[in-house]
């Protein structure tokens, strides 16, 4: 990669000293640590729930931590506010952004900390400091513009502008490049590359390893909530990290037997679709999918994905084009009757679509069939079917803790209930299944099981469109890759030896050359 | 002619005495709101100003004293609904139901237990109600009488809409209560102390509900009497949906909702159109905005969430 | 141990706990006011339990308040808030008293007409709001309130027209005998109870009916579905505009019922009032007393009925009956906060376990 570290390692800026957060009973760190140097970028790896966040969370002052000790430039701290934090130089860039939408790029790197001439606000000279900033560090923003009104990159920009307004020298970026395109991650990392050059530290908190080792100078690993080590990156190699990270050999790889795909199950021809501000995003889309394959849709987050599962599910209502399953027309029809006419997905959020979390796990179960037999007649629910159904499938799909058919579905650890959502919609054997980051979020057994189950349903010869963010996951259970990018497919290629970069390329919206 | 601009002067004071007690529950309504705690409970509020303005006027002879007790009583009510949405994590609404029961039950019941088991309180001598400005100088009756003869309070209030305003977008106070209302989660990670700029804005709505129930005891009339505060908290609700949530808006939707209830007290001398079709008027205006409206208006984005503090 | 968990556990104790909360704020003020509690809520249960007729005039103060509770309740339960259960209700009792007026229809059917149009009134001015709704995304409390208000005009208006206003009073003038929901004049007088009517025996089969919809229905599955997530609902396959608008249905006609209970049973004709009567939002503490359950309104309906016949009393002891809405309003506000009561008390009764 040919990067330039700009680590001082004679300057500890940040230490994390047997670190112990407890919600309850439980323990979301337990003596955890870690070492920042001055000009260090340094990357936190773990799953999701690892602790990743209690850790930062504890660090920029949202939490107190239960016990330990946090040192900044070698002298202790305690913070009793994310202010406290924020006076002595840490900056957290959150995932999920924090902006206020209606504001202006300034008014929202300026909030809380206001310039102020007399009672009012010094707007003239925050919007001068805003534009210094930003060419500092070369990063463009307009400072009038509204944040609703700014791409998603630029809106990563103001919130690191907005930390270093504050006069940040640790900036902790909580897996900045979940939904960057590419060419934004170069650009994230080449603003990385300015703030560690002007002698400030990074922390990286993320999951993928490609960019720790493209990033990174040291890497910490925690696991289920504890210290695992510390490395140096350019010691190890990827499979190392993943190693460390789960805590035993992974394997990626998924078995499959080979199969040959058979009839045209789901058919899309030039669909035109417009995303919730009325803007088109799906620009002619095509797709099909066969019995007995996996369909990938790889692409990054924003592309026209989100649109086109609703439009294939019935939730979302398009301009134009042709949708059919099995030669039957389901263009705009509701959602009742797609699914009558074949097809059944694994949602993308499964709190939001998924489940009914206040619902019991044996009346989700029921979502798409309680108006028939025998769960129901002449409109009084059988609770006895209902029940003998669920305990069935809670068997059969391994749901813990067992016997949980009446306990409402939130209070399933997130992998139960993306289970439950899949014994449903595999029991529902409709021709066409999409799953859409089914393993979003799970640990890595709960992503073997969604794996497999996904797999098994193209064995059975039912057709599998598999909708992720992750490539890795793409890659690993396609029969066939097709990329979209900004609403069109841009290249289509058979699952086994995909290539990487090439994906990558035509993610981004190149096309391949025929 | 004469007649017809003596019939406007009288608008016009019907309006300007109609105003004061909707904009000063609207101004607090607006603080409540944008920093996103509903508060359904404004009329209750207001009903605790109205008696608690009578029983100091009557008891201090002083018709300031007796007004600024009134907006603290309101503030009392206003930290409730505070501790009980803010702190305890109440659903917003049920809790100002809850106000509208305690404020107007308590008035009556404290009314009661002071004063002979009745209902209303003593009329005032005007000398403890609050001044008009300008008492004496223009004849009696004349245009310019009713037009600038109006109680004191009704010209600060306009002065202070022009405050709100300016709070509002253009100090510190008011961008931290505007984004509060917002992203509570990302004014937090920024240092800004959520439940204090909320708290602050909620006893401020009550202070503010209060001095408007007693501008009707103090000034439009004499007394605290249980049907003085019908609607005026709800209608200054409306006002400040109808008003976008801002100062501004609010002012204006007040103006028009007074200029109804001017409309109301003429014609209900003159007896040509029912008093109760006009008073619908301000609630039919209002439903008539949001459906043409309401797609273009912002609503503060965590207006009504619960927001719990991080430990 | 389990035992002693599950009770922990229970809303009914934490609403226990709410009541005698709200019964001592009550008696507060009632010493600030020089009015001795024992005295004044002595004469508040002696005036309910002293005499059987009392009892009876309890079930017809509850009657109207469980249609409301039921009504609200069951707009918890499907997910929207029914705050103008109130204007529901004073449309259905204008719509019933003036066909109570009006028309000219044998015993029995008269009643019926009446009770069904108010129903179907109550339904329709609930469904305007749930069309604002859904068709424009206007949030229902807010309509509630101002269709709360237009109803409170309008029904003062209709009682001052011609045919309906009786000259010189402030009211309307009688229903007809057949639209009335009274029982049977000896059964009255037995009881000794001039307003006894069938309302409450309505009401309770109404709860039962609510019941059944809420817990055994495929009704009440897409109703509930649609209430606690809208989107998961969609997504399999049910109608969710349309559900919430059977919601506001169903809900609305238990006020409108309500109301024509109220009028048809012990009132007998309209008024004009200076504010609103509160009918609906005492329905709000009857469904929140009752934990939003069809069956628990039925009780928090009797008690809420029993505290304000109890109350129109307590001026014989110079107790202002308003003591009643403080002890009400605070019960509101302690229910509305029992969840931090709870963990507060589920937490403690754990460290105590530790221990």
Same mark, same amino acid.
């Given at each position: 990669m040919g990067r330039t570290s700009h680590m001082d390692e004679s300057k500890v800026v940040i230490q994390m000293k047997d670190i112990v957060k407890k919600f309850g009973d439980f323990t979301a760190n337990d003596h955890i640590n870690l070492t920042v140097h001055k000009g260090e970028v340094h990357a936190i790896l773990g799953e999701n729930g690892a602790g990743k966040s209690t850790m930062m969370n504890v660090l920029c002052g949202l939490y107190k931590p239960t016990s330990g000790q946090i040192f900044i430039n070698e002298k202790e701290v305690h913070f009793n506010s994310p202010k406290d934090a924020i006076d002595i130089g840490i900056g957290m860039v959150h995932q999920h952004f924090m902006l206020i939408q209606p504001f202006t790029v300034t008014e929202n790197i300026i909030l809380g900390m206001e310039p102020t001439k007399g009672l009012s606000v010094d707007k003239a000279t925050a919007r001068k400091k805003v534009l210094e900033l930003s060419e500092r560090y070369g990063m463009k923003v307009d400072p009038d513009a509204k944040i609703e009104d700014i791409s998603v990159g630029m809106q990563q920009r103001v919130e690191i502008l907005k930390v270093l307004y504050r006069g940040a020298e640790t900036l902790i970026l909580d897996e900045p490049t979940a939904s960057l395109t590419p060419q934004e991650i170069e650009g994230l990392m080449e603003i990385i590359d300015n703030l560690t050059a002007d002698g400030k530290s990074i922390i990286l908190i993320t999951h993928k390893l490609k960019e720790i080792t493209a990033s990174s100078d040291n890497c910490t690993i925690i696991r289920q909530g504890k210290y695992i080590r510390t490395v140096k990156v350019s010691d190890v190699n990827e499979n190392d990290l993943a190693a460390m990270m789960v805590g035993r050999d992974v394997n990626f790889k998924v078995d499959k037997k080979d199969m040959e795909p058979g009839e045209v199950v789901l058919e899309v021809d030039d669909l035109h679709a417009k995303d919730y501000r009325g803007v088109e995003i799906l620009k002619g889309f095509h797709l099909n999918v066969r019995r007995g394959e996996i369909v990938g849709l790889a692409g990054v987050d924003g592309n026209g994905q989100t649109e086109l599962v609703e439009v294939l599910t019935g939730l979302r209502k398009a301009e134009s084009g042709k949708v059919t399953v099995l030669g039957k027309d389901v263009f705009n029809k509701s959602p009742k009757e797609t699914f009558a006419n074949g097809i059944s997905s694994i949602p993308a959020d499964r709190q939001k679509h998924g489940l009914i979390l206040e619902f019991s796990n044996e009346d989700n179960l029921i979502l798409q069939h309680f108006e028939e037999e025998p769960f129901s007649n002449h409109g009084i629910l059988n609770r006895k079917a209902i029940k003998k159904h669920a305990e069935k499938l809670i068997e059969k799909f391994d749901v813990r803790p067992r016997g949980c058919a009446e306990a409402p579905a939130g209070t399933l650890s997130g992998g139960n209930q993306q289970k439950v959502i899949i014994a449903r919609e595999v029991t529902n054997d409709k021709e066409l299944l999409i799953a859409v980051n089914p393993t979003r979020g799970l640990d890595v057994g709960a992503i073997e099981f969604v794996h497999k189950y996904l797999v098994e349903q193209r064995n059975k010869n039912r057709a599998v469109l598999l909708v992720s963010f992750e490539l890795d996951e793409i890659m690993s259970l396609s029969d066939r890759i097709e990329v979209i990018f900004d609403g069109q497919i841009t290249g289509s290629v058979p699952g086994k030896d995909a290539d990487e970069k090439e994906l990558g390329f035509m993610m981004a919206g190149g096309k391949t050359n025929e | 002619m004469n007649g017809l601009i003596k019939d406007l002067g009288l608008l016009i004071n019907a309006t300007l005495i109609a105003t004061p007690p909707l904009l000063l529950a609207a101004l607090g309504s607006c603080f409540s709101e944008r920093c996103g705690v509903v508060n359904i409970g404004i009329e209750g509020m207001m009903t605790i100003g109205a008696f608690t303005g009578a029983v100091m006027g009557l008891t201090t002879g002083n018709g300031w004293i007796a007004f600024l007790c009134a907006g603290l009583a309101g503030a009392l009510f206003g930290l409730i609904h505070a501790f009980v949405c803010i702190s305890c994590h109440a659903d917003q609404t049920i809790a100002g139901t809850a106000i509208n029961f305690l404020g107007p039950g308590l008035a009556l019941f404290l009314c009661k237990a002071m004063y002979n088991n009745s209902s209303d309180t003593p009329a005032m001598d005007p000398s403890c109600k609050l001044p008009k400005l300008f008492e004496g100088v223009f004849p009696t009756g004349s245009f310019w009488n009713n037009v600038l003869n109006v109680y004191a309070v009704a010209y600060l209030v306009f002065i202070l809409a022009f405050v709100c305003w300016f709070v509002f977008y253009k100090t510190k106070f008011g961008a931290h209560l505007r984004a509060v209302g917002e992203h509570p989660e990302a004014c937090e990670s920024l240092g800004i102390d959520v439940y204090k700029v909320r708290y602050t804005c909620v006893i401020l709505s009550g202070f503010f509900a209060g001095l408007g129930g007693a501008f009707v005891t103090l000034a439009t009339i004499n007394q605290f009497r249980p049907s003085v505060i019908v609607g005026q908290g709800f209608i200054a609700i409306a006002a400040v949906i109808f008003g976008k949530f801002s100062p501004e808006g609010a002012t204006k939707a007040c103006l028009l909702f007074g200029l109804c209830s001017g409309i109301k007290s003429l014609a209900a001398q003159s007896n040509v159109v029912s008093p109760n079709l006009i008073s619908m008027i301000p609630y039919v205006v209002t439903i008539i905005a949001l459906v043409l409206f309401v797609g273009k208006a912002h609503t503060p984005a965590a207006n009504g969430k619960i927001f719990v503090k991080s430990k | 141990m389990n035992k002693k968990k599950s009770i922990l556990e229970s809303n009914v104790l934490y609403t226990i706990v709410a009541i005698i909360a709200g019964f001592l704020v009550g008696a507060i003020f009632l010493l600030i006011a020089g009015i001795s509690p024992a005295v004044a809520y002595g004469k508040l249960f002696d005036s309910i339990f002293s005499k059987p007729k009392y009892l009876v005039w309890t079930l017809v103060y509850a009657s109207p308040l469980i249609f409301t509770g039921l009504s609200v309740a069951f707009s918890f339960r499907t997910g929207v808030f029914n705050i103008g259960a109130e204007g529901q209700f004073v449309i259905g009792s204008l719509v019933a008293c003036v066909l109570g007026i009006v028309l000219k229809l044998p015993p029995v059917l008269h009643a019926l007409v009446c009770l069904v149009a108010a129903a179907a009134a109550g339904c329709i001015w609930s469904l305007i709001v749930g069309v604002l709704k859904v068709k424009r995304g206007i949030h229902e409390v807010l309509s509630f309130i101002m269709f709360n208000w237009i109803a409170f005009y309008l029904s003062n208006y209709v009682v001052n027209l011609p045919g309906i206003h009786r000259e010189s009073s402030e009211a309307t003038l009688d229903i007809a005998e057949n639209a009335r929901l009274l029982l049977p004049e000896g059964i009255r007088k037995a009881l000794d109870c001039n307003a006894a009517h069938w309302g409450i025996l309505f009401a309770v089969i109404a709860a039962v009916v609510i019941w059944v919809i809420i817990e055994k229905t495929t009704l009440g599955y897409k109703l509930k579905a649609v209430g606690f997530n809208r989107n998961c609902a969609q997504y399999g396959g049910i109608n969710a505009d349309g559900s919430v608008l059977t919601a506001l249905g169903i809900s609305g006609l238990l006020s409108g019922l309500g109301g024509a209970v109220q009028v048809l049973g012990m009132a007998g004709r309209l008024s004009q009032f200076a !504010?609103?009567? !509160?009918f609906g939002f005492e329905g709000i503490t009857v469904a929140l007393i009752g934990g939003s359950n069809p069956i628990g309104c039925i009780f928090s309906g009797i008690f809420y009925g029993a505290m304000k016949y109890g109350g129109s009393k307590l001026s014989i002891v110079k107790a202002p009956s308003e003591v009643v809405d403080i002890i009400m309003g605070c019960v509101v506000l302690l229910i509305a906060i029992s969840h931090v009561f709870k963990v507060f008390v589920l937490n403690a009764a754990k460290k105590k376990e530790a221990k």
């Amino acid at each position: 990669m040919g990067r330039t570290s700009h680590m001082d390692e004679s300057k500890v800026v940040i230490q994390m000293k047997d670190i112990v957060k407890k919600f309850g009973d439980f323990t979301a760190n337990d003596h955890i640590n870690l070492t920042v140097h001055k000009g260090e970028v340094h990357a936190i790896l773990g799953e999701n729930g690892a602790g990743k966040s209690t850790m930062m969370n504890v660090l920029c002052g949202l939490y107190k931590p239960t016990s330990g000790q946090i040192f900044i430039n070698e002298k202790e701290v305690h913070f009793n506010s994310p202010k406290d934090a924020i006076d002595i130089g840490i900056g957290m860039v959150h995932q999920h952004f924090m902006l206020i939408q209606p504001f202006t790029v300034t008014e929202n790197i300026i909030l809380g900390m206001e310039p102020t001439k007399g009672l009012s606000v010094d707007k003239a000279t925050a919007r001068k400091k805003v534009l210094e900033l930003s060419e500092r560090y070369g990063m463009k923003v307009d400072p009038d513009a509204k944040i609703e009104d700014i791409s998603v990159g630029m809106q990563q920009r103001v919130e690191i502008l907005k930390v270093l307004y504050r006069g940040a020298e640790t900036l902790i970026l909580d897996e900045p490049t979940a939904s960057l395109t590419p060419q934004e991650i170069e650009g994230l990392m080449e603003i990385i590359d300015n703030l560690t050059a002007d002698g400030k530290s990074i922390i990286l908190i993320t999951h993928k390893l490609k960019e720790i080792t493209a990033s990174s100078d040291n890497c910490t690993i925690i696991r289920q909530g504890k210290y695992i080590r510390t490395v140096k990156v350019s010691d190890v190699n990827e499979n190392d990290l993943a190693a460390m990270m789960v805590g035993r050999d992974v394997n990626f790889k998924v078995d499959k037997k080979d199969m040959e795909p058979g009839e045209v199950v789901l058919e899309v021809d030039d669909l035109h679709a417009k995303d919730y501000r009325g803007v088109e995003i799906l620009k002619g889309f095509h797709l099909n999918v066969r019995r007995g394959e996996i369909v990938g849709l790889a692409g990054v987050d924003g592309n026209g994905q989100t649109e086109l599962v609703e439009v294939l599910t019935g939730l979302r209502k398009a301009e134009s084009g042709k949708v059919t399953v099995l030669g039957k027309d389901v263009f705009n029809k509701s959602p009742k009757e797609t699914f009558a006419n074949g097809i059944s997905s694994i949602p993308a959020d499964r709190q939001k679509h998924g489940l009914i979390l206040e619902f019991s796990n044996e009346d989700n179960l029921i979502l798409q069939h309680f108006e028939e037999e025998p769960f129901s007649n002449h409109g009084i629910l059988n609770r006895k079917a209902i029940k003998k159904h669920a305990e069935k499938l809670i068997e059969k799909f391994d749901v813990r803790p067992r016997g949980c058919a009446e306990a409402p579905a939130g209070t399933l650890s997130g992998g139960n209930q993306q289970k439950v959502i899949i014994a449903r919609e595999v029991t529902n054997d409709k021709e066409l299944l999409i799953a859409v980051n089914p393993t979003r979020g799970l640990d890595v057994g709960a992503i073997e099981f969604v794996h497999k189950y996904l797999v098994e349903q193209r064995n059975k010869n039912r057709a599998v469109l598999l909708v992720s963010f992750e490539l890795d996951e793409i890659m690993s259970l396609s029969d066939r890759i097709e990329v979209i990018f900004d609403g069109q497919i841009t290249g289509s290629v058979p699952g086994k030896d995909a290539d990487e970069k090439e994906l990558g390329f035509m993610m981004a919206g190149g096309k391949t050359n025929e | 002619m004469n007649g017809l601009i003596k019939d406007l002067g009288l608008l016009i004071n019907a309006t300007l005495i109609a105003t004061p007690p909707l904009l000063l529950a609207a101004l607090g309504s607006c603080f409540s709101e944008r920093c996103g705690v509903v508060n359904i409970g404004i009329e209750g509020m207001m009903t605790i100003g109205a008696f608690t303005g009578a029983v100091m006027g009557l008891t201090t002879g002083n018709g300031w004293i007796a007004f600024l007790c009134a907006g603290l009583a309101g503030a009392l009510f206003g930290l409730i609904h505070a501790f009980v949405c803010i702190s305890c994590h109440a659903d917003q609404t049920i809790a100002g139901t809850a106000i509208n029961f305690l404020g107007p039950g308590l008035a009556l019941f404290l009314c009661k237990a002071m004063y002979n088991n009745s209902s209303d309180t003593p009329a005032m001598d005007p000398s403890c109600k609050l001044p008009k400005l300008f008492e004496g100088v223009f004849p009696t009756g004349s245009f310019w009488n009713n037009v600038l003869n109006v109680y004191a309070v009704a010209y600060l209030v306009f002065i202070l809409a022009f405050v709100c305003w300016f709070v509002f977008y253009k100090t510190k106070f008011g961008a931290h209560l505007r984004a509060v209302g917002e992203h509570p989660e990302a004014c937090e990670s920024l240092g800004i102390d959520v439940y204090k700029v909320r708290y602050t804005c909620v006893i401020l709505s009550g202070f503010f509900a209060g001095l408007g129930g007693a501008f009707v005891t103090l000034a439009t009339i004499n007394q605290f009497r249980p049907s003085v505060i019908v609607g005026q908290g709800f209608i200054a609700i409306a006002a400040v949906i109808f008003g976008k949530f801002s100062p501004e808006g609010a002012t204006k939707a007040c103006l028009l909702f007074g200029l109804c209830s001017g409309i109301k007290s003429l014609a209900a001398q003159s007896n040509v159109v029912s008093p109760n079709l006009i008073s619908m008027i301000p609630y039919v205006v209002t439903i008539i905005a949001l459906v043409l409206f309401v797609g273009k208006a912002h609503t503060p984005a965590a207006n009504g969430k619960i927001f719990v503090k991080s430990k | 141990m389990n035992k002693k968990k599950s009770i922990l556990e229970s809303n009914v104790l934490y609403t226990i706990v709410a009541i005698i909360a709200g019964f001592l704020v009550g008696a507060i003020f009632l010493l600030i006011a020089g009015i001795s509690p024992a005295v004044a809520y002595g004469k508040l249960f002696d005036s309910i339990f002293s005499k059987p007729k009392y009892l009876v005039w309890t079930l017809v103060y509850a009657s109207p308040l469980i249609f409301t509770g039921l009504s609200v309740a069951f707009s918890f339960r499907t997910g929207v808030f029914n705050i103008g259960a109130e204007g529901q209700f004073v449309i259905g009792s204008l719509v019933a008293c003036v066909l109570g007026i009006v028309l000219k229809l044998p015993p029995v059917l008269h009643a019926l007409v009446c009770l069904v149009a108010a129903a179907a009134a109550g339904c329709i001015w609930s469904l305007i709001v749930g069309v604002l709704k859904v068709k424009r995304g206007i949030h229902e409390v807010l309509s509630f309130i101002m269709f709360n208000w237009i109803a409170f005009y309008l029904s003062n208006y209709v009682v001052n027209l011609p045919g309906i206003h009786r000259e010189s009073s402030e009211a309307t003038l009688d229903i007809a005998e057949n639209a009335r929901l009274l029982l049977p004049e000896g059964i009255r007088k037995a009881l000794d109870c001039n307003a006894a009517h069938w309302g409450i025996l309505f009401a309770v089969i109404a709860a039962v009916v609510i019941w059944v919809i809420i817990e055994k229905t495929t009704l009440g599955y897409k109703l509930k579905a649609v209430g606690f997530n809208r989107n998961c609902a969609q997504y399999g396959g049910i109608n969710a505009d349309g559900s919430v608008l059977t919601a506001l249905g169903i809900s609305g006609l238990l006020s409108g019922l309500g109301g024509a209970v109220q009028v048809l049973g012990m009132a007998g004709r309209l008024s004009q009032f200076a !504010g609103q009567e !509160g009918f609906g939002f005492e329905g709000i503490t009857v469904a929140l007393i009752g934990g939003s359950n069809p069956i628990g309104c039925i009780f928090s309906g009797i008690f809420y009925g029993a505290m304000k016949y109890g109350g129109s009393k307590l001026s014989i002891v110079k107790a202002p009956s308003e003591v009643v809405d403080i002890i009400m309003g605070c019960v509101v506000l302690l229910i509305a906060i029992s969840h931090v009561f709870k963990v507060f008390v589920l937490n403690a009764a754990k460290k105590k376990e530790a221990k």
